[in-house]
């Protein structure tokens, strides 16, 4: 069997845990954040976990990402 592609934009996007759950990043994180409160930029910057509807649809893009 072929190797498979990995999409390069969602290898940046998307991060994995040791256990294996994918992260992503929160929306408009740069636009216009000088007028954003310094409580809504602080959570711009954590990584929360994708959505379990969209873990299968995402892991097609990465397939060699999951440890």
Known sequence: MPKL???K??????KFTGNGKMMRV??????????????TRRLF???I??????????SRLVPYGTP
């Open 5 to 7: 592609k990995t999409h």
């Open 45 to 47: 910057d954590e990584m």
């Open 49 to 58: 976990p994708v959505a379990k509807v969209d873990v299968q649809r995402l």
């Open 26 to 39: 929160k929306g408009p994180k740069s636009h216009l954040r000088r007028n954003k409160s310094a409580r």
């Open 9 to 14: 934009g969602a290898q940046n996007r998307f």
